[in-house]
């Protein structure tokens, strides 16, 4: 029986199997064109931007939660990624400038959802949480 769920899963999946399967593609032909694995990166970051948007919309909070922090990381990667794959294009000069307030952002978050962790077990070590 075909419900509003499984409707919502397969369509979901035809795009990222798709996006998936044009990754591999250029990730493997990079030796042709260099600019094409700067294309293969950025379609798999919009393979996981798709899949943890996915995860949101099908309710998986418990999920989001940890995957928020890789989401905005992704998300903030997206244009400098397109850039650098433009000016692979087009032979201009490379610069990862536009890199350096993503990893910042990420740097931070990371932290954060590392101590967080911590906190989380050490407690349940201690209170016999879990």
């Given at each position: 029986m075909l419900t509003?769920?499984?409707l919502y899963v397969i369509?979901?999946?035809l795009p990222v199997y798709q996006l998936m399967f044009y990754t591999v593609q250029l990730l493997t032909f990079k030796r042709s064109k260099p600019s094409?694995?700067?294309?293969?990166l950025l379609l798999l970051n919009m393979t996981l931007l798709l899949t943890i948007n996915t995860g949101?919309?099908?309710g998986y909070l418990r999920l989001?939660?940890?995957?928020g922090i890789v989401f905005g990381f992704?998300?903030?990667t997206m244009m400098p990624t397109y850039y650098t794959y433009i000016c692979f294009v087009t032979e201009r000069k490379k610069t990862l400038l536009y890199h350096i307030g993503s990893s910042i952002i990420f740097r931070q978050r990371f932290s954060f959802l590392l101590a967080f962790f911590h906190r989380y077990f050490f407690l349940s070590k201690i209170y016999g949480m879990c």
């Amino acid at each position: 029986m075909l419900t509003r769920n499984s409707l919502y899963v397969i369509l979901f999946a035809l795009p990222v199997y798709q996006l998936m399967f044009y990754t591999v593609q250029l990730l493997t032909f990079k030796r042709s064109k260099p600019s094409l694995m700067f294309l293969g990166l950025l379609l798999l970051n919009m393979t996981l931007l798709l899949t943890i948007n996915t995860g949101m919309h099908l309710g998986y909070l418990r999920l989001m939660s940890v995957a928020g922090i890789v989401f905005g990381f992704l998300l903030l990667t997206m244009m400098p990624t397109y850039y650098t794959y433009i000016c692979f294009v087009t032979e201009r000069k490379k610069t990862l400038l536009y890199h350096i307030g993503s990893s910042i952002i990420f740097r931070q978050r990371f932290s954060f959802l590392l101590a967080f962790f911590h906190r989380y077990f050490f407690l349940s070590k201690i209170y016999g949480m879990c």
